[in-house]
């Protein structure tokens, strides 16, 4: 069974442009998590998808940080426009509904603003 | 690979003692806390977890204590192999709240 998987793992671009990063759950997860870990800090959380739905999005920084999970399937995390403090590596996870299940974690993509 | 923290906690150890890595955490409402290894180009991998209704619990040479009355967690690591050297994250939630909340990270390095 493939686990989760980020798309791309690397991306470097200038300040000022966009990056979308691309995460596909395990499937049958309806939970999808995004986090992120900037300047080697520890890894804080972003947001949560409950199927097609946002339930949580209190880590989100700023109005720049757009996620999105049409269809409930596959989520896309878009960098408009990106700053140099958004380096970093960032996470999808998924999990199964109910309860405290584990989260599986993708490789991460590395976002590097220059 | 990831890039290396530039204030992360390190611990070293000889091949074959064991680790104990320690872990603070601040909610006292939290009531489940997850280990997570990170290896270098790799995702966080759950190693173990255990439920505040309990204060120990053990896996394959790993164990997870427990301590609410200071909020304490740490993973203890029997005959440390040079294949646990990674970044080891505590994490942690509470009923109601899926999100993850991660502690720093400790840098273990194995030593041959």
């Known amino acids: 069974e493939a686990g989760v998987t980020q798309f791309p793992s690397h991306s470097v671009i200038e300040k000022g442009q966009t990056v979308t990063l691309r995460c596909d759950p395990i499937?049958?997860?309806?939970?999808l998590y995004w986090y992120r870990r900037v300047m080697g800090k520890e890894i804080k959380f972003l947001l949560h998808?409950?199927?097609?739905?946002?339930?949580?999005e209190s880590g989100m920084p700023n109005n720049r940080f757009l996620a999105e999970r049409t269809g409930g399937t596959y989520s896309t995390l878009k960098v408009q426009p990106a700053e140099l403090e958004d380096s970093g590596v960032y996470f999808c996870?998924?999990?199964?509904?109910?309860?405290?299940?584990?989260?599986?974690f993708g490789q991460g993509t590395r976002l590097t603003v220059v | 690979g990831e890039s290396v923290g530039l204030h992360l906690p390190t611990l070293s150890v000889q091949e074959g003692d064991n680790s104990i890595i320690n872990c603070a955490y601040s909610n006292s409402a939290s009531d489940y806390f997850i280990w997570y290894k990170q290896e270098s180009g790799k995702g966080p991998q759950f190693i173990i977890d255990?439920?505040?209704?309990?204060d120990k619990r053990q896996g394959q040479r790993v164990t997870v204590l427990l301590n609410k009355t200071v909020k304490h967690l740490s993973l203890q690591i029997a005959a440390t192999q040079p294949g646990d050297s990674a970044v080891y994250f505590c994490a942690e939630n509470y009923t109601g709240r899926r999100a993850l909340t991660f502690g720093s990270g400790t840098r273990l390095q194995v030593q041959p």
């Open positions: 996870a998924s999990s199964q509904v109910g309860g405290n299940t584990e989260a599986f």
């Open positions: 499937s049958g997860h309806d939970n």
């Open positions: 998808f409950v199927k097609e739905s946002k339930q949580d």
């Open positions: 255990i439920r505040s209704n309990m």
